[in-house]
């Protein structure tokens, strides 16, 4: 790799200059990471890369003829001004936020940026922005929120459900040495085997909360056997 040291030693031949810039230039273009160049005043975009122009959708030649502003959505809009006040007031030279950028089509991608002043004292100052597009993660971090929001009702449901069930079992029992202790003629005896019924069918409707006992619950299967049941019970 051709150090700054290197270029300004007047023995390496401008060749050796060119073919790394190539290099550098490929190793730029074809990165995963969305890549793009801008003038930091102005904000003209002067430079994207391939990933950059897949993911939102311009061509190299359309990009060069927008601005940063163009690209931001309208929550991070303030963020690159937010950067050319700090780099101009404060002379930071390297940033990073999270940058909300549309596409071409109007969708909206999150991304991770880094920000990269440049210091040349030749030229306008630009600033490089490397992109990380956060689509993907955002979509596996909110699947596993929702999997232990899950996870941790149906934890409890099991906990109220074997709690239930016990209180349950201690009225069927009840219930049961009553109705051995009346006779089938008794008034009583017919509400005693509806509550008997009842109490059957609400040890039926923990089990299926709690699980199968020879392996672990599915809450969420359990959670729709008894919606459809109670829905579909006459």
């Given at each position: ?16 200059w060119?073919?790394q810039?190539?290099?550098f230039?490929?190793?730029v ?27 939102l ?36 030279k390297?940033a990073r ?8 089509t ?7 940026t880094?920000c990269?002043v ?21 979509m596996l ?28 079992m201690?009225i ?12 089938e ?8 085997k509806k ?15 709690i699980?199968?006992r ?14 459809y ?5 006459p």
């Amino acid at each position: 790799m051709v150090t700054l040291e290197m270029r300004l030693d007047m023995k390496f031949p401008e060749s050796v200059w060119q073919d790394q810039l190539t290099k550098f230039r490929e190793i730029v273009d074809y990165s995963p990471l969305e890549i793009f160049e801008a003038e930091l005043i102005t904000g003209q975009l002067t430079y994207a890369n391939r990933a950059a122009q897949q993911t939102l959708g311009y061509t190299r030649e359309e990009m060069q003829r927008l601005k940063v502003v163009d690209l931001l959505a309208d929550g991070s809009k303030h963020l690159f001004a937010e950067l050319q006040a700090n780099v101009l007031v404060k002379g930071i030279k390297e940033a990073r936020s999270e940058y909300k950028i549309k596409t071409k089509t109007g969708d909206v991608v999150s991304t991770l940026t880094n920000c990269r002043v440049s210091d040349e004292a030749d030229s306008p100052k630009r600033v490089v922005f490397f992109c990380r597009d956060l689509t993907k993660s955002k979509m596996l971090e909110s699947e596993l929120w929702k999997s232990q929001k899950m996870e941790a009702i149906g934890t409890l449901a099991a906990g109220v459900a074997h709690d239930f069930n016990n209180l349950l079992m201690v009225i069927q029992k009840s219930v049961s040495l009553l109705t051995n202790d009346i006779e089938e003629g008794h008034p009583h005896h017919r509400l005693l085997k509806k509550m008997d019924q009842a109490v059957k069918a609400g040890a039926d409707i923990t089990r299926k909360l709690i699980g199968d006992r020879d392996g672990p619950p599915n809450t969420e299967t359990g959670f729709r056997t008894v919606f459809y049941d109670q829905r579909n019970r006459p």
